[in-house]
């Protein structure tokens, strides 16, 4: 038989306020739910403490989810702004923290919307530079004049030209490149 003592009492006591601090602790390390940043810009994180076991992806989908949901009961449409995610690493969980906008369903806004990579720094360069730019002048390269007659006989041959074509081709041909031929 068990026999408690008046101290005994005050432990029990001491339990109900200890498990009452761990649970006020355990509720103030809940993720927040979505704060208004500005009039019509919200935000949401949330923290995966399931460690190694956690699933990042489940929770991205779950704070989008719940963002759209937010904007379907104001009966508007949610547009992402950004999003910030930090993988899990050791002594750290992973989270995402996703900032949209609201706006209506019907507007070219929530139409169009793409959430574009935002660099961190910009750097523009606003000169003018001017470029010397030499191309091969392939005029200048001497022309196969043996390789193009033989080319024009081997058409009069298949009868492809005629006799009158191949000399009048010719004439035309060797006057045009009268500056190769010389330098043969």
Known sequence: MVQVQRGDRNWGATMKKALSAVFVLIAGCAN???VQISPDTYMLSRTDKGGVFGNAFAMKAEVINKAN?????????????????????????????????????????????????????????TSKETVDVHTK?????????????????????????????FE?????????????????
């Open 32 to 34: 927040p739910g979505i």
């Open 69 to 125: 949901a937010f904007a379907k009961k104001q009966g508007e449409v949610a547009i992402p702004i950004s999003t910030n995610e930090a993988p899990m690493q050791i002594g750290r969980f992973a989270s995402f923290d996703y900032q949209f906008g609201l706006v209506d369903p019907d507007s070219a806004e929530a139409r169009a919307t793409a959430l574009v990579p935002k660099p961190d720094v910009v750097i523009e360069k």
């Open 137 to 165: 002048d392939e005029s200048a390269r001497p022309k196969d004049v043996y390789g193009e007659l033989l080319n024009m006989d081997d058409l009069r041959k298949r009868g492809i030209l005629s006799e009158a074509e």
């Open 168 to 184: 009048a081709q010719k004439r035309s041909w060797t006057a045009s490149n009268l500056h190769a031929i010389k330098a043969i």
